[in-house]
């Protein structure tokens, strides 16, 4: 069973369009990240939700939409997407806000906007 | 910024070598992990070291932590083809929750 699921892992879609990532977690986790990873392999933290509640939201612009239903579902609703949005956003969960519990990742989604 | 820079930038040795590799960081932290990264997939857990700790093992893999260096190395023994994948650090801070990536490693290793 995947532990940390992400739909869909290719995104092919057009500036100014608008699309959504989903993120589903069986682990029974508490808090969930969306993180961005460009080109360079460079990892950018960009949401973190705590029991549904939004704890981080680093400084990203707000066409990123993050939205959590449930603790098991973080998805990430991207508008007016920009060339500069290319790039693979990792889904991850985690057991608790805090501590010393280690991150579980989905395997990406590539966004790539023409 | 708690980032954290990574080097080498790229390492590449032969099967049965070992493999360094190294993290520094920029402020206090409440533990360091390592994560590695196949082509294509998701990052995953090795190992994490708290503040208090100096060393740890797991297997083939040994971490060390350097808080007065603000640095952490870690050390991949026997090294397998298998092994070759991006290896980050990702340090949390007071906060706890919040982990930030170093920029990564990429090791080849060579059969």
């Known amino acids: 069973d995947t532990a940390v699921s992400q739909t869909p892992k290719y995104l092919v879609t057009q500036m100014g369009n608008d699309k959504s990532i989903k993120c589903e977690q069986n682990?029974?986790?508490?808090?969930m990240y969306w993180y961005k990873q460009d080109s360079k392999k460079f990892l950018k933290i960009m949401f973190s939700?705590?029991?549904?509640?939004?704890?981080i939201n680093e400084t990203v612009p707000n066409r990123f939409s993050p939205k959590s239903p449930d603790k098991a579902h973080l998805n990430l609703h991207i508008n007016s997407l920009e060339l500069g949005d290319s790039a693979v956003y990792f889904c991850?969960?985690?057991?608790?806000?805090?501590?010393?519990?280690?991150?579980?990742f989905g395997n990406g989604t590539r966004l790539t906007v023409t | 910024s708690q980032q954290g820079e990574e080097d080498p930038q790229a390492l590449s040795i032969q099967e049965g070598e070992n493999a360094t590799m190294n993290c520094s960081y920029k402020?206090?932290?409440?533990?360091l992990q390592w994560y590695r990264q196949n082509s294509g997939r998701g990052l995953v857990h090795l190992i994490l070291?708290?503040?208090?700790?100096r060393e740890k093992h797991s297997g083939r893999l040994r971490v060390t932590l350097d808080t007065s260096k603000k640095s952490s190395s870690l050390l991949i023994t026997a090294s397998r083809a298998a092994d070759t994948a991006s290896y980050f650090c990702?340090?949390?801070?007071?906060?706890?929750?919040?982990?930030?990536f170093g920029q990564g490693t990429e090791l080849s290793v060579k059969p």
């Open positions: 682990l029974g986790h508490d808090t």
């Open positions: 990702a340090t949390s801070g007071n906060q706890g929750g919040k982990l930030i």
């Open positions: 939700y705590n029991n549904k509640e939004l704890i």
């Open positions: 991850a969960s985690r057991l608790q806000w805090g501590g010393n519990s280690p991150l579980h």
């Open positions: 070291i708290r503040s208090n700790e």
């Open positions: 402020t206090s932290i409440n533990n």
